[in-house]
């Protein structure tokens, strides 16, 4: 009795049993979630909650509850960002908050949210949504077609930008994409949506390398996703720009410069050169209507 008890609570660690098993819903997803969709918060308090309440409402008419954890990444946040959260997990199972040791940027929120996330499917999207949660099916066809890593883009068909961002910014994004296509051969009209998905076998190749911690991390995922061979693809997603940014396009900008040519450093002295972890099954069916 008390062996097998042992090997329970053994194969419950590895997520050996999936919830249907055990024949609960919570345990499904404390162990097993389908989808995993990663939200980083900073000083979020004005917007977080509502942006909480649309995923997990949308979810709930998806009949995806029970397949999906949410975990906010609060990015040492001097507001509530962090209450809120919690105060919307008592209702809901499904939510978890993670914190990061103080401020260190979205890069690592991103990478800390990813690293403990347990999906098949994990997805990050920005705290405003600025593409709806109701895109998603866009992204999760395009990795049922086969792709491993699907990245929203505002650029691919511009017309579903309902509401742009201001001139200075659409200019200073266009520079920069120009930019990695020249130094890191990047390839995507837009590498910077903050909607991205990815198999569960990509995000573990690829998070544990990541390294840039603030705004240059997305074309350093790509460059990764390149460097292992992980097909991605480009989706167009309807976009609106949500006031409130954060972002100083001189500070900023110049950082993202210096993240980009230390991508390229970081690759030439090997450091994207660690082991390849134990591969997971690629996600190929998803739950919920056909997409
Ligand atoms: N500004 C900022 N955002 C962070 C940080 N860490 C995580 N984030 C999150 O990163 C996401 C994107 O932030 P936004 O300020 O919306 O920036 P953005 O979407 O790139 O810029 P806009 O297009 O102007 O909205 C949000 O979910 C933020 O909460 C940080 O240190 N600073
Ligand atoms: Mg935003």
Redesign the pocket.
């Known amino acids: 009795m008390a062996a097998s008890l042992i090997s329970l609570a053994a194969r419950i660690r590895n997520r050996e049993l999936s919830g249907l098993q055990l024949g609960t819903r919570n345990w499904k997803l404390i162990l097993d979630p389908t989808y995993s969709i990663v939200?980083?918060?900073?000083n979020?308090s004005a917007r977080l909650g509502g942006s909480l309440e649309k995923i997990l409402s949308y979810l709930a008419e998806q009949g995806w509850s029970a397949e999906v954890e949410v975990i906010v990444v609060n990015?040492g946040s001097s507001d509530d960002t962090a209450e809120i959260v919690l105060r919307l997990a008592k209702n809901n199972p499904a939510l978890r908050l993670v914190e990061n040791p103080g401020?260190r940027?979205?890069g690592y929120?991103v990478r800390n949210g990813m690293l403990q996330a347990r999906g098949r499917v994990l997805i990050f999207s920005?705290?405003?949504l600025?593409s709806p949660i109701e895109e998603l099916p866009k992204l999760l066809k395009a990795l049922n077609d086969g792709a491993e890593i699907a990245i929203g883009s505002r650029w691919l068909q511009a017309e579903l930008q309902t509401q742009r961002?201001p001139l200075h910014?659409q200019l200073f994004g266009r520079v920069f994409n120009l930019l990695l296509r020249i130094t890191l051969g990047l390839r995507f009209k837009d590498t910077?949506c903050?909607f991205k998905a990815f198999q569960q076998r990509a995000a573990q190749r690829i998070f544990p390398l990541q390294r840039i911690e603030?705004?240059g991390f997305d074309p350093e995922i790509l460059f990764l996703a390149r460097k292992f061979g992980l097909s991605v693809q480009e989706v167009p997603v309807a976009w609106a720009?949500?006031g409130?940014?954060?972002?100083h396009p001189l500070p900023d900008g110049s950082r993202m410069f210096w993240e980009m040519l230390r991508i390229r450093w970081y690759d030439l002295t090997g450091k994207y050169d660690g082991p390849a972890p134990a591969t997971a099954k690629p996600a190929k069916t998803l739950p919920g209507k056909p997409v």
């Open positions: 939200v980083p918060a900073y979020e990015d401020n940027g979205k929120s920005d705290a405003d600025s961002q910014r910077q903050g603030r705004w720009h949500v409130g940014t954060r972002i």
